[in-house]
């Protein structure tokens, strides 16, 4: 059984005094801003595909593609100009879920490392943070398409 480690006097007394001036997180606030805005994206997102299906000559399910296209670089243009960031500095988790944070995090890291250069630079640090996602994201897509094979009786 692993015990705690001991603190002596002073270390306790900062540790109370600190605890004592920590600034109390707004959580439920903060879900509430990352669900609210979250959503509006996705309104938004919604009220593009609704265009594209309306005015243009796509279905309901091949409106899709443009509608994350166009989402894509909404949100990469607002990291641009600055915008994005104070965004989702106010909403929190809201902007990072849906595509226009995996664009956020893309862009931000390309506009950070332009001063080393398109190649090394951009080119090499701009899939740094994405990277991880694109990875994960394949290898679970990949065996959720394994279980559904099972399930259905595919092979």
């Given at each position: ?6 603190l ?45 299906y ?21 949100s ?51 899939f ?28």
């Open positions: 059984m692993a015990s705690k480690k001991q002596n006097p002073e270390q306790e007394q900062y540790q109370q005094l600190a605890k004592k001036h920590e600034k109390k997180r707004p959580v439920l606030m903060n879900c509430v801003r990352a669900f609210l805005v979250g959503g509006l994206i996705c309104v938004i997102g919604q009220g593009i595909s609704i265009f594209f309306t005015f243009f000559d796509f279905t309901e399910k091949t409106a899709g593609n443009p509608t994350v296209a166009v989402l894509i670089l909404i990469t243009l607002l990291t641009g100009f600055g915008v994005y960031d104070r965004f989702a500095q106010f909403s929190g988790a809201g902007t990072a879920v849906p595509v226009t944070g995996f664009a956020n995090s893309i862009a931000s890291a390309a506009i950070e490392h332009r001063t080393e250069g398109y190649v090394l630079g951009v080119g090499g640090n701009m740094k943070l994405a990277g991880s996602v694109i990875v994960f994201g394949t290898v679970a897509a990949f065996f959720v398409a394994i279980i559904k094979t099972i399930i259905q009786g595919g092979f």
